[in-house]
């Protein structure tokens, strides 16, 4: 998952960001913020999975439905089992995460359009 924040990061390094009402400029930094946290989140969490399915694998996940008695894998199963389905619970738990966190933002970048609306009826 990526952000497009091209525009913020502009405003910050040419310094137009300076020349914005309080208000505005901190509604954008604090989206910015909430972006990078999101992204950091969803990386941690998809690595977690990613490794939870590798160990999973190891132990003879894709093994186990054809033959786990002839490759010995039947003393795995339950840490098989537990290993993908922690993998999985941390997966949907990060999209639940990602989805109210994504929601959160959409309504901070509606009120950001907000007051740039109400800024412009004022000059």
Do not use: C, H, W
């Not at 786990?68 to 993908?84: C, D, Q, Y």
């Amino acid at each position: 998952m990526a952000f497009n924040t091209n525009t913020i990061q502009t405003l910050e390094s040419t310094g137009d960001m300076k020349l914005m009402p309080a208000k505005i400029r901190n509604s954008f930094i604090k989206l910015k913020r909430n972006q990078e946290r999101t992204f950091r989140v969803a990386e941690g969490n998809y690595e977690i999975f990613l490794n939870a399915l590798v160990k999973g694998e190891q132990l003879g996940f894709k093994r186990i439905l054809n033959r786990k008695t002839s490759l010995g894998v039947e003393n795995n199963i339950p840490e098989i089992i537990l290993t993908i389905e922690g993998g999985l619970i941390i997966k949907n738990f990060t999209y639940k995460i990602m989805k109210d966190s994504l929601l959160e933002m959409l309504n901070k970048i509606n009120k950001i359009k907000e007051l740039i609306a109400l800024d412009l009826q004022y000059e």
